[in-house]
Nanobody
């Protein structure tokens, strides 16, 4: 099983990024998928999740700005991030919920 995130980078406040997470093996078909993030000096926190049936939920701080989606044919989950703020700066990780599998993370930096 492998989870590979991509799409991170440096963006100015108010900008947008789209993260992708490509999953191998059966994890994508078996699990709800989620994004988490970890800022420097902070604990890893849950950001958003999407079920196999495409139901979604978000942490309050990103509601209305972030959108999680999944393409079951491509075994890929996405995180569209709009109106980014400096406090969104973190390493973003994807995971299959309760699977024990995590990607290596992708760095998102929001700074002017």
């Amino acid at each position: 099983v492998q989870l590979v995130e991509s799409g991170g980078g440096l963006v100015q406040p108010g900008g947008s990024l789209r993260l992708s997470c490509a999953a191998s093996g059966n994890i994508f078909s078996m699990y709800t998928m989620a994004w988490h993030r970890q800022a420097p000096g902070a604990q890893r926190e849950w950001v958003a999740m999407i079920t196999r049936g495409h139901s979604t939920s978000y942490t309050d701080s990103v509601k209305g700005r972030f959108t999680i989606s999944r393409d079951n044919a491509k075994n890929t989950v996405y995180l569209q991030m709009n109106n980014l703020k400096p406090e969104d700066t973190a390493v973003y990780y994807c995971t299959g919920v309760a699977s024990g599998y995590w990607g290596q993370g992708t760095q998102v930096t929001v700074s002017s």
